[in-house]
């Protein structure tokens, strides 16, 4: 069965600091992965998304995320976080029309 | 561009009542999905619409929620005899759709308290 797994519900980390939120998946095929974002009384806004080609993909506000095949993993990380990255944040799988997403890390910026 | 909308931004309802949510995707996008979100939980799959026909109906979770769509612009979703565990945010997304079209846009949500 397709799933996602976010191990961490919440993470905390001080302005500054470097970050990394976990993301697990299960997928019998392909899969297309993607990282959203969503602040307090928001909906989701996307941060970055695979497909296929370089592993490595660039995102906007300065996050990237690694998809790692062998280990199922698609893992979110920023350099420097800032004070206006604290939100949830879901991973999400698919492979054809619906999207399975994970149940979410939120995250705390120390400051 | 205009992104995707939802009315009401907040509904408060009693326990027993019918509530009707509004869904106005982004213009020319074929696909648009339903979501729950209670308070502190992932997202919850609802409903697929591509165009105004439902491929996948399998995340309503009860006979008393139903949804509708005009051809490839606003969706419905009704939620009748609303009961107390129906509180939650209710999130639309609409994709342009077709092969290899898997990215999402979501609306701001629709916040229901059923009292």
């Known amino acids: 069965a397709q799933s996602v797994t976010q191990p961490d519900i919440h993470i905390t980390v001080s302005e500054g600091a470097s970050l990394e939120l976990r993301c697990n998946y299960s997928?019998?095929?392909?899969?297309?992965l993607f990282w959203y974002v969503q602040s307090p009384g928001q909906g989701l806004q996307l941060l970055l998304k695979?497909?296929?080609?370089?592993?490595l993909v660039q995102g906007i506000k300065g996050f990237e995320a690694e998809f790692k095949r062998s280990q199922s993993s698609f893992n979110l990380r920023k350099p420097s976080v800032h004070w206006s990255d604290a939100a949830e944040y879901f991973c999400?799988?698919?492979?054809?029309?619906?999207?399975?997403f994970g149940k979410g890390t939120r995250l705390h910026i120390l400051p | 561009g205009a992104g995707v909308s939802q009315s009401p931004s907040n509904k408060v309802t009693e326990k027993g009542k019918d509530v009707e949510l509004r869904c106005d995707p982004i213009?020319?996008?074929?696909?648009l999905y339903w979501y729950r979100q209670r308070l502190g939980q992932g997202l919850e799959f609802l409903i697929y619409?591509?165009?105004?026909?439902?491929?996948?109906k399998s995340g309503l979770p009860s006979d008393r929620f139903s949804a509708e769509r005009t051809g490839e612009s606003v969706s419905t979703l009704t939620i009748q005899r609303t009961q107390q565990e129906d509180s939650a945010v209710y999130l639309c997304?609409?994709?342009?759709?077709?092969?290899?079209?898997?990215?999402?846009?979501f609306g701001p949500g629709t916040r229901l308290t059923v009292t």
């Open positions: 999400a799988v698919t492979g054809g029309d619906k999207i399975i």
């Open positions: 997304a609409s994709a342009p759709g077709g092969v290899g079209s898997y990215e999402q846009y």
């Open positions: 213009s020319g996008h074929t696909a």
């Open positions: 619409f591509q165009g105004n026909s439902a491929p996948d």
């Open positions: 695979y497909f296929s080609g370089d592993t």
């Open positions: 997928y019998g095929a392909t899969p297309y």
